[in-house]
């Protein structure tokens, strides 16, 4: 039983239910393709009686292009993964426009790059690492990440920080102006209530307005980002009746790194308020490695030990989005290193912001085997 319902194998529930309707639903983590062809093609079941089917296709894609949209003030962006040899795709609208004619700007981009990306044409896509081989749906995809709308102010002085102005100015918006949006986005089933929002520029416990800001994400499943270095109430009071979590991105493991890094001593405070916040509600912890920076055996093995602490949801990995060559063997064992200290602890661990590509990832993996078979060979001394 499950959830007071009972649970029956495929077989089972073929001859129980030889000409029931079938709806297939799944963790937006899992692989819906895979489980649509195990029934189709190991148990017969038509694709008709599949109630949601859903058509794949592989073509030339990434995960940013299937998956995520950023709406600025008078754009939608389809990715933050800007190289030395692509450009962000992106449309233009105004202000002035009304909310069905932004949203009808975005159908178009995605629709213009998908259809590129299938066909080799030129788009601002070109010259990107991310772009591979991969199953992407034939129907318009939902949104898994709808970033934030606004341009705030920050307190942190990140060394890799895309967006420095930042700091020092704050753009504000009519909060009024965002729920047509998103209700348009739904009417067109570019988003539902699996859609993760994703609340991240600027820094959210110092924002003016924020509490009505908080208020418009009531009831969505929403990633927010903040840096932790105060513990705000308004964000806390969200928290904790919301479907809301935290996501810090710490990026050192002692004091002296942190502060190099964000531009300010506030290691500390952080680790501290994180386990404040902790109590209320999930915790992702984020590492961007910083080849030669943050990369020492001090400042993993301190971040290491914080997380096993702190016991996040998540650890997630990334690295310098301004780096143009693949990382060297010894910062990528400390990423494997991380990896490996979490799963024995049973927390769950992924690459962030698809920085790493294939090479540098298949490399991590097997500096992870290495450190478990290690781990094996000493057990049995």
Same mark, same amino acid.
């Given at each position: 039983?499950?959830?007071?319902?009972?649970?029956?194998?495929?077989?089972?529930?073929?001859?129980?239910?030889?000409?029931?309707?079938?709806?297939?639903?799944?963790?937006?983590?899992?692989?819906?393709?895979?489980?649509?062809?195990?029934?189709?093609?190991?148990?017969?079941?038509?694709?008709?009686?599949?109630?949601?089917?859903?058509?794949?296709?592989?073509?030339?894609?990434?995960?940013?292009?299937?998956?995520?949209?950023?709406?600025?003030?008078?754009?939608?962006?389809?990715?933050?993964?800007?190289?030395?040899?692509?450009?962000?795709?992106?449309?233009?609208?105004?202000?002035?426009?009304?909310?069905?004619?932004?949203?009808?700007?975005?159908? /178009?981009?995605?629709?213009?790059?998908? %259809?590129?990306? +299938? &066909?080799?044409?030129?788009?601002? *896509?070109?010259?990107?690492?991310? =772009?591979?081989?991969?199953?992407?749906?034939?129907?318009?995809?939902?949104?898994?990440?709808?970033?934030?709308?606004?341009?705030?102010?920050?307190?942190?002085?990140?060394?890799?920080?895309?967006?420095?102005?930042?700091?020092?100015?704050?753009?504000?918006?009519?909060?009024?102006?965002?729920?047509?949006?998103?209700?348009?986005?739904?009417?067109?089933?570019?988003?539902?209530?699996?859609?993760?929002?994703?609340?991240?520029?600027?820094?959210?416990?110092?924002?003016?307005?924020? /509490?009505?800001?908080?208020?418009?994400? %009531?009831?969505? +499943? &929403?990633?927010?980002?903040?840096? *932790?270095?105060?513990?705000?109430? =308004?964000?806390?009071?969200?928290?904790?009746?919301?479907?809301?979590?935290?996501?810090?991105?710490?990026?050192?493991?002692?004091?002296?790194?942190?502060?190099?890094?964000?531009?300010?001593?506030?290691?500390?405070?952080?680790?501290?308020?994180?386990?404040?916040?902790?109590?209320?509600?999930?915790?992702?912890?984020?590492?961007?490695?910083?080849?030669?920076?943050?990369?020492?055996?001090?400042?993993?093995?301190?971040?290491?030990?914080?997380?096993?602490?702190?016991?996040?949801?998540?650890?997630?990995?990334?690295?310098?989005?301004?780096? +143009? &060559?693949?990382?060297?063997?010894?910062?990528?064992?400390?990423?494997?290193?991380?990896?490996?200290?979490?799963?024995?602890?049973?927390?769950?661990?992924?690459?962030?912001?698809?920085?790493?590509?294939?090479?540098?990832?298949?490399?991590?993996?097997?500096?992870?085997?290495?450190?478990?078979?290690?781990?094996?060979?000493?057990?049995?001394?």
């Amino acid at each position: 039983m499950l959830f007071d319902l009972p649970v029956y194998p495929p077989s089972a529930m073929l001859e129980r239910y030889p000409e029931a309707p079938i709806v297939v639903t799944v963790d937006p983590s899992a692989n819906k393709r895979v489980i649509q062809d195990y029934l189709t093609e190991e148990l017969n079941i038509s694709r008709e009686r599949i109630v949601n089917y859903e058509v794949y296709e592989k073509i030339r894609s990434c995960w940013h292009a299937d998956h995520f949209a950023m709406l600025e003030e008078n754009c939608w962006k389809l990715c933050c993964q800007v190289t030395i040899n692509n450009q962000l795709p992106t449309i233009y609208f105004d202000k002035s426009d009304t909310p069905k004619v932004k949203v009808e700007k975005l159908i /178009e981009l995605r629709n213009n790059i998908k %259809n590129a990306l +299938k &066909t080799g044409e030129s788009c601002a *896509c070109d010259g990107c690492p991310n =772009i591979e081989m991969r199953w992407t749906r034939e129907a318009t995809q939902l949104i898994q990440f709808y970033p934030a709308f606004y341009k705030s102010i920050c307190n942190l002085k990140c060394i890799y920080c895309g967006q420095p102005k930042m700091r020092e100015s704050y753009s504000d918006f009519d909060a009024d102006d965002v729920p047509p949006i998103l209700q348009e986005l739904k009417d067109e089933n570019v988003i539902d209530g699996n859609t993760y929002f994703r609340f991240a520029n600027g820094e959210i416990s110092i924002i003016p307005g924020r /509490e009505k800001m908080l208020s418009m994400l %009531n009831g969505t +499943k &929403t990633v927010i980002l903040s840096n *932790c270095v105060l513990y705000d109430e =308004i964000l806390a009071q969200h928290l904790k009746y919301g479907r809301s979590f935290l996501l810090c991105s710490l990026d050192a493991g002692t004091r002296e790194t942190y502060k190099k890094i964000k531009g300010a001593d506030k290691f500390d405070n952080v680790c501290a308020n994180l386990k404040k916040y902790s109590q209320i509600t999930d915790i992702q912890l984020k590492y961007i490695f910083l080849e030669g920076i943050n990369d020492s055996d001090e400042d993993v093995s301190g971040f290491i030990n914080f997380a096993l602490e702190l016991k996040p949801e998540t650890v997630k990995m990334s690295k310098d989005f301004r780096a +143009k &060559t693949n990382y060297n063997n010894n910062t990528l064992k400390q990423s494997a290193k991380i990896i490996s200290e979490m799963n024995k602890c049973g927390i769950k661990t992924q690459f962030s912001d698809s920085t790493y590509n294939k090479e540098e990832k298949e490399q991590i993996e097997f500096f992870v085997s290495e450190l478990k078979q290690q781990m094996q060979g000493n057990s049995n001394v």
